[in-house]
């Protein structure tokens, strides 16, 4: 299977630049590769009587923090990108090549970092000073298809699930970013709502360069399931996955319990890609993914690579809005 298979063409001019109306975006229906066309506004009434909702309440941090190294004048940007521990980040960083184990990076009065590992792009930081600093000072880290002159103090909580909770993401985990709280709560009258973890990282977005789909390398990243959420999962009849970060939470969780959700914490560096055998999610909800991306190939694993194709290209065509703060699609069955 070839990186190619899942190109595309997307006018630029449908790549979403703001935030859509939360509850009011349009929603693409596909089952049975059949497609439909309706409003997220009626995502309640198209879940069945069974469907167990299971969002991710991932919080994202601003990880995007600039700051100076001793003896350089120009900035050093750094993308925090996988917690090792407390006061410890692996990170990208510009310009990487220029900073040296040892180097003590400046962000501000209350927050330095030393260098005490350097790959090719990328760098381990161990943090010294106050570490809510970081939320003060550190920029949201919006996508780079969104374009921004500078920074807007708006896109801290609009690019945030109204019920982001646990902090460590680097990306919103975007299909949840149309959920109203009113909605919510109207839709765990009638349907149970199970929130897991997972922390966005670069796994999920870091774009496949090999021709080989087969021999890209995902990233790992740290998920989460309580003892609650686990009994319910097991107990679900069925299971509608909120955005692609839960779907794989979820499908790797059930083969790490061998059939069962088991509660606990865990990391995870699954790649699902056409062939995947799905155990544990029914439906999906999601947003529309970059050409060649491990999310589209995902989407093209649950419904068939041509309905995906056939779907994308009616999305185009009727003009929807792609990527994070674009559109979203309804996967409402799974190929067989």
Request: one cysteine or more.
């Amino acid at each position: 299977m070839k990186r190619a298979d899942f190109a595309y063409h997307l006018p630029p001019e449908l790549i979403a630049q703001e935030p859509r109306e939360r509850g009011k975006s349009r929603m693409m229906v596909v089952r049975q590769g059949a497609i439909e066309h309706d409003s997220f506004a009626n995502f309640p009434r198209r879940l069945a009587s069974g469907d167990v909702l299971v969002l991710n309440d991932t919080r994202v941090i601003p990880a995007r923090l600039f700051g100076r190294r001793a003896g350089m004048t120009r900035a050093v940007e750094v993308l925090l990108t996988r917690q090792r521990e407390d006061t410890t980040w692996e990170a990208w960083a510009k310009p990487a090549k220029r900073l040296k184990a040892g180097d003590e990076i400046v962000f501000s009065d209350a927050l330095r970092a030393h260098v005490i590992e350097r790959h090719e792009g990328t760098v381990v930081l161990q943090f010294d000073g106050d570490l809510a600093e970081i939320d003060r000072i550190g920029v949201m880290p919006l996508p780079p298809y969104i374009a921004r002159e500078t920074p807007r103090e708006s896109d801290r909580e609009s690019y945030q699930t109204v019920y982001a909770d646990r902090r460590g993401a680097i990306a919103a985990p975007t299909a949840g970013l149309h959920f109203t709280r009113a909605m919510l709560d109207e839709l765990a009258k009638s349907h149970e709502i199970v929130r897991i973890t997972l922390h966005v990282g670069i796994g999920t977005f870091e774009p496949v360069k090999v021709d080989d789909v087969a021999q890209h390398v995902m990233h790992a990243e740290r998920y989460e399931i309580s003892d609650d959420a686990a009994a319910k999962l097991n107990a679900a009849k069925s299971i509608v996955a909120v955005g692609t970060t839960t779907v794989r939470t979820l499908e790797s969780a059930i083969r790490a319990g061998n059939g069962r959700f088991q509660p606990g914490s865990a990391e995870t560096s699954i790649f699902i890609t056409p062939g995947f055998e799905f155990r544990a999610v029914d439906k999906i909800l999601t947003n529309f993914h970059l050409p060649e991306s491990t999310l589209l190939m995902l989407v093209s694993a649950f419904a068939g690579m041509e309905t995906i194709r056939r779907a994308y290209a009616e999305a185009i065509d009727r003009r929807y809005l792609f990527f994070s703060y674009g559109d979203c699609m309804f996967l409402e069955e799974r190929i067989r």
